[in-house]
T-cell receptor
Framework: GDSVTQMEGPVTLSEEAFLTINCTYTATGYPSLFWYVQYPGEGLQLLLKATKADDKGSNKGFEATYRKETTSFHLEKGSVQVSDSAVYFCALIHRGNQFYFGTGTSLTVIP | EAGVAQSPRYKIIEKRQSVAFWCNPISGHATLYWYQQILGQGPKLLIQFQNNGVVDDSQLPKDRFSAERLKGVDSTLKIQPAKLEDSAVYLC?????????????FGAGTRLSVL
């Protein structure tokens, strides 16, 4: 069945470091892919999405490119800030209406 | 605009007790979702409503969990009786419609601890 696998955390980076959080998926056909972010004490918020192969989603300095050949949707940011500390979830939706979420990756950015 | 409202934020109960959670979606959103998020895991869909009808409840443990959305707006999720393994955060989300083009907006969740 459909599933998402993302790198385990926690990830700790210094401010202004480069961030990569890996995400790969399993699905037949062409799912839509998402990154959600969950700040402490808050609900999940959509960070970015891509709905077809080679699409690049971007928001708040974060980017992810839908790679069909490697079934990946890795999240990147060139220079992280303390305010980026949160849990990041990769997710897909395919065919039906059900979202499949990864297990989440906790990011802590230290000054 | 107001976001998805959930209450209570926290609930502690003993096993075999009953508990109910409430969700008020964003005004005008036809689709409402309940997710269970166990610590260290991603959210898992329990049930999805389109207006007041159930679209998908395939992962809802129907022997103990129930949910309703009688007037197509607010929704309640009930667990009766609770088990230790029900300890989790219960997230409510809503969207204008269903499918990938409709962004889901999440509430802050209700954290349930079953002792």
């Amino acid at each position: 069945g459909d599933s998402v696998t993302q790198m385990e955390g926690p990830v700790t980076l210094s401010e202004e470091a480069f961030l990569t959080i890996n995400c790969t998926y399993t699905a037949t056909g062409y799912p839509s892919l998402f990154w959600y972010v969950q700040y402490p004490g808050e609900g999940l918020q959509l960070l970015l999405k891509a709905t077809k192969a080679d699409d690049k989603g971007s928001n708040k300095g974060f980017e992810a490119t839908y790679r069909k050949e490697t079934t990946s949707f890795h999240l990147e940011k060139g220079s992280v800030q303390v305010s980026d500390s949160a849990v990041y979830f990769c997710a897909l939706i395919h065919r039906g209406n059900q979202f499949y979420f990864g297990t989440g990756t906790s990011l802590t950015v230290i000054p | 605009e107001a976001g998805v409202a959930q209450s209570p934020r926290y609930k502690i109960i003993e096993k075999r007790q009953s508990v109910a959670f409430w969700c008020n979606p964003i005004s005008g959103h036809a689709t409402l979702y309940w997710y269970q998020q166990i610590l260290g895991q991603g959210p898992k869909l329990l049930i999805q409503f389109q207006n007041n009808g159930v679209v998908d409840d395939s992962q809802l443990p129907k022997d103990r969990f129930s949910a309703e959305r009688l007037k197509g707006v607010d929704s309640t999720l009930k667990i009766q009786p609770a088990k230790l393994e029900d300890s989790a955060v219960y997230l409510c989300a809503s969207s204008l419609g269903s499918g990938a083009k409709n962004i889901q907006y999440f509430g802050a969740g209700t954290r349930l601890s079953v002792l």
